[in-house]
């Protein structure tokens, strides 16, 4: 059965949607936000990367054209938010691993709508960046901190590995690249977060003047 490269990225988005409203959520009850809060942030971190792209690729954001997109942002976060209410948490691998599939499931998105349109290598990796990490920058920004993405985490990095993948091996198959891109972006993130890995951080220069002053 034929699937067209559409039709590939409409399933990514979703499984994206689906992984990253929980994460939203998460990120909202440890701000301890009200109910509208939760749900705020789970529909926002879901569907904020994919409406980025889109609009950059200048059409209607598929979160507006595609009613499902919505409610399957909305119900994710409902589950979630029972969950939350509930007292009870899921297991920190099965949120480790929901994120990095829908990391990875976003990252291809991007790339693969990026590819469709017939846009440049360069332009592919920002998309593919842009897509899986646009939501949670979105999420921090709305919880007050810093993202994460941009001092913690190696979620960029992931994704535009993943997005390379998938723009290498496209036209081989799109099919075989999209598996490759989603599994090499959900790779580096399980491994960076299991070996605890970060990119360097320059030293604290005002920090050693202090104590050269001490």
Known sequence: MHVSATEFV???????IVAFAFSGVEVGARRRLDLFGLLAMGVVTATGGGL???VILGHLP???ARED???WALGSAAIAIAIV???RTLPHGVLAAADAGGLGAFAAAGALAAIQAGLSFPATLI???LTATGGGVLRDLMADQVPLVLRAEVNATAAALGGTALWALDPVSTGGAVL???ALTAFVRVTSVALDLHLPVPSDRSE???????
Not at 10 to 16: A, E, K, N, T, Y
Not at 208 to 214: D, I, N, S, V, W
Request: net charge positive; proline share 0%.
């Open 208 to 214: 050693g003047t202090q104590r050269r002053l001490l």
């Open 62 to 64: 598929f979160v507006i």
């Open 52 to 54: 980025m792209r889109d």
């Open 10 to 16: 409409g399933v990514l988005d979703r499984i994206g």
């Open 180 to 182: 490759a891109g989603v």
């Open 69 to 71: 997109y919505l409610l």
């Open 127 to 129: 998309l593919a960046v």
């Open 85 to 87: 209410w509930s007292r």
